[in-house]
Structures are given as structure tokens and as C-alpha cells.
């Protein structure tokens, strides 16, 4: 496999031959979690799922577009993703009429501004069906270096408060997940965690994710993450809002424990600064956050050409997404347990063929494509928008 004339990959990514696109839809259904998920940006109890669906002449793609249902992760929400999608890239992707290779779809769609999220699962679903159609698996083309991955387990902010938060605790461990992360906010931080060692001792993996919900300049809230610092956790994941690259790394020098940045990392260049500042001693991937699959390996390769360790975090995603994460954490490099937990964490019932925990591992697809599609009749209830390219012309229908 090799990359198309013109286009730049990440070193050990390959890919084939690019295909013509006949037509692109989005689909969008609400799906109910098994449980609510509380973290700093509030309490979620659905998700409602975009979805990107490719069409060629001889196969489909599927991309899962990682947006919440509210600004508050970030600037991008799944209202605006569907608009940005359906009226700016996907017609933008699809003008030419040319055949298309994920390769060019950042080069494509880069005079659009932002809108990461959309553009990961446009690639994403670009990739799906481009290896799809030369029999090739997502991992393979990625340059995967193992057939199944250790997984962690991110635990939100229960209803129940530290009692209900030990239970779930207890439950991970014996399921056999390999870390637990606890979502934190102040008010909820040090005394919750304090429990979590008291019962289970120093020897289980934990870390926390503040999800950028503390303030450097608050004195209470400094002292909760100092007392955090005192437990011997794996790490601290985004104590502070994105842009405060400098207030990072001036607590990452106070702190032992080392600092992670999630949303801070947009791009490969956000990491290289973050990195080099001293903000960052870990880095959590994400795919949607960072724009795509190919850009996730670059920021890898940023990372670990400055020693810095990294990780596949998860957006809630339904087996589609998943299974894009999974064989993005199975590269050289991804030295900690994802967020990558089994789908009946989360899901009921998943749009696709489950992921399941053996032994706290998940295992890669191997089969062509990112390895999952949807169950028949599981997206029987969801809205469809159809973009077309016929005869030179752009038609969009819903």
C-alpha cells in the first residue's frame, strides 16, 4: 500500500488505492446510556449519535462524529457538526468529483476553520471504505503492533456520591479493568479519592480527570488538587481550562504527579508547544478532539520523539467510534490503558457488534475497514441527509 501522489502520511501509516464517492449521508438517533454520566460539564443520560456513511460503487464507509449535545467539551455540539457537515464539507469533500483518499481530506477541507469533530468522521468514514474496498484492516494500514489492547475504565460523578462511587469502583475491578479514572469537580475531589485509596490500597491504577473545571488562580481549588497530588494517582488529567498552557506547566513543577492534557491538544503543533513547555508530561488522544486518525498518529509521533507517554481517550462513542479508538491505542507508543471500555459500559444495546472486556482487554478488528458497521434495524429510527455529486452538480436531500 502506498500513499496517493501529493499526500502526506504519518510515518508507517499506508494506505490504498482512493475511491469515488457517490454520495454521503448523515445520520443522526438518540440512544439511551445504561446509567448517567456526570463529570464537570454536567449529568448526561443519552447521547444523541452523527454519523457519517460513504457510498462508492463497491462499498460503505461509517465515521462517528464525537460531538456532545452542548458547547461545553468544547466550541463544536452535534447541532452545529450536522449544519457544518451537511453544508460546508461534506459539498466542499465532494466538489471535485475526483476520487477521494482520507489522506486529502484535511488538505480539502482546511479553509473551513475548526470543526474538528466533523471533519474526524468524514475521515474516518473516508478510511472505512477506501480499506473496506482493498480488504485491508483500519489497524494494519495504521501500523497497529498488537491484537488487543488493555483498557481502563472512566467513572463519572455518581447521584449516590462517595458510597455509590466505591461500588462502581469495586465493580470495575472485578470486572478486570486495568484503571479506573474518576471524574472530579471541586467539591468533589480529594475526600472521594481519600475513600478510594482507603478501601482498595495503593497497588490499584487511578487517575483523575478534572475536565478543565479548576481555576489556577483560586486558592481552594489549588489546594484540593494539592491534596490530590498526595495520593499516589497514575496522573491529573486537565485540571485547567485549555488555554492555560502556562499555568500547567508552573503546577505540573510543584506537583509529583505528572499532568495530562486532553483538551488543551488540538493538532500535532498544540502538542509539540504543550510538551516543550513542561505542561504536559502525558497526553490523552483523541481522535475527534485532534481532527482525525492520521492526525492522532502525528501527535504520537510528536510525543514520542520527546519521551512523552500517550493514550486513546473515549467520547461516549457507540461501537463505530470505538472501533476506530481501539486501533488507534494498539500503535507503538499508547503506554497506558484507554478509555476504551466495553460497550455494555455504556450501552444496552450498541449500534454494532459489541466490544467485550476478557482479562481487561479489548481486541483489534482485524477484518477489513475500521471492523464494525451497524446491526441491521438499529438505525431504522434515524434522521438521514443525503449529499450527492451527479453530473458535476452538488444535491442535498433529507
Known amino acids: 500500500m502506498t500513499a496517493e501522489p501529493g499526500t502526506t502520511l504519518p510515518d508507517g501509516v499506508r494506505l490504498p488505492a482512493s475511491v469515488r464517492v457517490e454520495r454521503i449521508d448523515l445520520l443522526r438517533t438518540r440512544r439511551p446510556l445504561i446509567r448517567p454520566f456526570r463529570t464537570a460539564f454536567g449529568r448526561q443520560v443519552d447521547r444523541e449519535v452523527l454519523l457519517v456513511r460513504i457510498t462508492t460503487p463497491s462499498a460503505q464507509g461509517w465515521g462517528e462524529c464525537a460531538t456532545p449535545a452542548a458547547p461545553v467539551y468544547s466550541a463544536e455540539f452535534t447541532d452545529a457538526a450536522a449544519l457544518v457537515l451537511r453544508d460546508h464539507l461534506v459539498p466542499r469533500l465532494l466538489a471535485t ?37 482493498a480488504g485491508v484492516s483500519l489497524a494494519q494500514a495504521l501500523g497497529a503492533v498488537v491484537a488487543r489492547i488493555p483498557v481502563g475504565i472512566s467513572l463519572g460523578i455518581p447521584d449516590g456520591g462517595i458510597p455509590a462511587l466505591l461500588e462502581e469502583v469495586d465493580a470495575a475491578r472485578e470486572a478486570g479493568y486495568q484503571r479506573v479514572k474518576v471524574k472530579v469537580a471541586p467539591g468533589f475531589d480529594v475526600a472521594a479519592l481519600t475513600a478510594i485509596r482507603a478501601r482498595f490500597g495503593p ?21 484540593a488538587l494539592d491534596g490530590l497530588d498526595e495520593l499516589g494517582l497514575t496522573m491529573i488529567e486537565q485540571p485547567f481550562a485549555p488555554d492555560r498552557l502556562r499555568d500547567h506547566a508552573r503546577l505540573a513543577a510543584r506537583w509529583r504527579t505528572p499532568v495530562c492534557l486532553d483538551e488543551s491538544i488540538t493538532d500535532p503543533v498544540r502538542a509539540r508547544d504543550a510538551v516543550e513547555c513542561g505542561a504536559a508530561g502525558i497526553v490523552n488522544i483523541k481522535p475527534g478532539r485532534i481532527g482525525g486518525l492520521l492526525a492522532s498518529v502525528q501527535v504520537r509521533d510528536v510525543c514520542r520523539e520527546r519521551g512523552i507517554p500517550v493514550w486513546c481517550g473515549g467520547m461516549l462513542e457507540t461501537g463505530i467510534g470505538r472501533a476506530a479508538n481501539v486501533a ?10 484507554g478509555d476504551l471500555s466495553a460497550s455494555d459500559r455504556y450501552w444496552a444495546e450498541d449500534l454494532t457488534e459489541p466490544f467485550e472486556l476478557v482479562d481487561g482487554h479489548l481486541d483489534v478488528p482485524d477484518t477489513p475497514g ?24 452538488i444535491t442535498t436531500r433529507w
Open 97 to 133: 468529483g475526483a476520487p477521494l483518499s482520507a489522506a486529502e481530506v484535511a488538505p480539502r477541507l482546511a479553509a473551513i476553520r475548526g470543526q474538528r469533530m466533523a471533519k474526524a468522521a468524514l475521515e474516518a468514514a473516508v478510511l472505512d471504505v477506501q480499506l473496506r474496498t
Open 203 to 223: 497497588g490499584l491504577g487511578l487517575q483523575v480527570d478534572a475536565n478543565a473545571g479548576y481555576d489556577p488562580d483560586d486558592a481552594d481549588h489549588l489546594a
Open 328 to 337: 488507534l491505542a494498539a500503535l507503538e507508543g499508547f503506554r497506558f490503558p
Open 370 to 393: 475500521i471492523g464494525r458497521r451497524p446491526l441491521p434495524g438499529r438505525l431504522d429510527d434515524a434522521e438521514v441527509t443525503t449529499v450527492a455529486h451527479r453530473n458535476g452538480v
